[in-house]
């Protein structure tokens, strides 16, 4: 693995350092034994987006492999949701490329697109139909026979303990069931490439556990997850492969163990990102002393 603090890392090194050795993505372990591996499922390519004088992503190149559940986390402003919104179409860069197995996302958008489920943070759905019929719809507009499409949902909304509010309106679910739905549409189409902001984010630990067990299910039938995350225990418990952002670059990727080295993954994320300014609460020794004592 290549570690280049501070510097842009090149789609070259990123793929080869998650596509090879003994932690490499299962799915990746498979293909190498019939023929070598050539296409990443997504790349992203000197991608660059500014808002006003803040660029949020500069020059960042990532490729993704098959069969991989890929984390990306960084600090809150690091250019993750930017990043995520260029790499499936919701968000045109300033410059830059994004390729979905070998699809450019804004050039051949329907070829890209049609291979990609996506669970954005934040974006609105279609919250005046009820859950069922929001899986009807999205099932529909991705071209899925409606007898598969009744099937996957009814399985679907089991799966994510969502049954019994099947047929309540969206707009009345909780966060954390939104997040389920929104997952569920998502994955209806069954795509080759999931990339969700946050899936986790909202979610009770009965929920959280189940999200775990079907993304597993997706990778091992040879799919590929890319997913941020701000909570890095449950990256390092979760994901294969690990890229960590800062300033809209890439400071590290490659297995999780590679960049750990031999640390925990919040350690080594602090000692890449830089530790707060305020170490050990310095300037804060006011706190606990209650006004209405003096």
Not at 272 to 294: D, I, K, M, R, T
Request: hydrophobic share 45%; net charge neutral.
């Amino acid at each position: 693995m290549v570690l280049r603090e501070g510097f842009v890392h090149q789609v070259e090194s990123g793929w080869k350092s998650v596509r090879t050795g003994p932690n490499a993505c299962p799915a990746t372990r498979r293909q190498r034994q019939t023929g070598p591996v050539t296409v990443p499922a997504l790349q992203m390519i000197n991608l660059t987006k500014a808002f006003g004088p803040k660029v949020a992503v500069d020059n960042l190149s990532l490729a993704v492999p098959a069969g991989c559940l890929f984390g990306l986390v960084g600090p809150n402003g690091a250019g993750k949701t930017t990043s995520l919104s260029m790499a499936t179409g919701l968000l045109r860069p300033d410059q830059g490329q994004v390729r979905v197995w070998g699809h450019d996302v804004w050039s051949d958008p329907v070829a890209a697109k049609a291979r990609m489920g996506v669970l954005p943070d934040g974006l609105r759905l279609f919250d005046r139909l009820s859950g069922r019929e929001l899986l009807a719809f999205v099932g529909k507009m991705r071209q899925v026979p409606p007898a598969e499409v009744a099937q996957r949902t009814d399985a679907l909304l089991g799966a994510l303990g969502l049954t019994a509010d099947a047929d309540t309106l969206v707009c009345d679910y909780s966060a954390g069931m939104t997040k389920k739905i929104g997952l569920a549409c998502a994955l209806v189409h069954n795509p080759q490439l999931l990339v969700l902001d946050e899936p986790f984010e909202a979610v009770d630990p009965v929920s959280g556990q189940a999200i775990r067990a079907i993304l597993h299910q997706f990778v091992a039938g040879g799919g590929t997850v890319v997913m941020s995350s701000h909570v890095m225990e449950l990256v390092e418990s979760l994901c294969q492969a690990v890229a960590v952002i800062s300033h809209g670059r890439v400071l590290a990727v490659g297995n999780i163990d590679q960049v750990k080295q031999g640390m925990s993954l919040q350690d080594r994320f602090i000692q890449l990102v830089g530790g707060p300014a305020l170490a050990g609460g310095e300037g804060l020794s006011w706190l606990g002393h209650s006004s209405a004592s003096s």
